[in-house]
C-alpha cells in the first residue's frame, strides 16, 4: 500500500494563503497522479487539484487562478499551493495518489488522512 502523510493545513483570515504538501511512501512501480480533494461538513467530496505523470495539472472546477498544484517527483511530493483564500474554502484536504504496485497492474488508489484547512472572515 502506498502511504500518504499530508501537513500545511491550519486557520487563515480571509484573503490568506497556505500551501498544503502530501509525501507518498511505500512500494509502487508508478505514481500515475498526485493531488488533493476536499470535502466540507454536509458536502460531497469534491477535485481540488491534480497533477499527472507528466507534470500536466487538473483543476476542479473555478479554483484555477487561486490554487496551484505541484509536484517534486524526485521526492514522491505534491504539493497545493492556496491564495485568496475565503470562506468557502474551509474544509478537510484529503491528498490523493494513483499508484501501479507492477507495470502491467491495476491502477490503484490511496487516500491521505486528511488535513483541516479553516477560513475565517
Known amino acids: 500500500q502506498v502511504q500518504l502523510v499530508e501537513s500545511g493545513g491550519g486557520s487563515v483570515q480571509t484573503g490568506g494563503s497556505l500551501r498544503l504538501s502530501c509525501v507518498a511512501s511505500g512500494r509502487f512501480f508508478s505514481l500515475n497522479a498526485m493531488g488533493w480533494y476536499r470535502q466540507a461538513p454536509g458536502k460531497q467530496r469534491e477535485l481540488v487539484a491534480r497533477i499527472l505523470a507528466d507534470g500536466s495539472p487538473v483543476y476542479g472546477d473555478s479554483l484555477k487562478g487561486r490554487f496551484t498544484v505541484s509536484r517534486d517527483a524526485s521526492k514522491n511530493t505534491v504539493f497545493l499551493q492556496m491564495n485568496n483564500l475565503k470562506p468557502e474554502d474551509t474544509a478537510a484536504y484529503f491528498c490523493?495518489?494513483?499508484?501501479?504496485?507492477?507495470?502491467?497492474?491495476?491502477?490503484?488508489?490511496?487516500w491521505g488522512q486528511g488535513t483541516q484547512v479553516t477560513v475565517s472572515l
Open positions: 490523493h495518489a494513483e499508484f501501479q504496485y507492477t507495470d502491467y497492474g491495476r491502477p490503484q488508489v490511496s
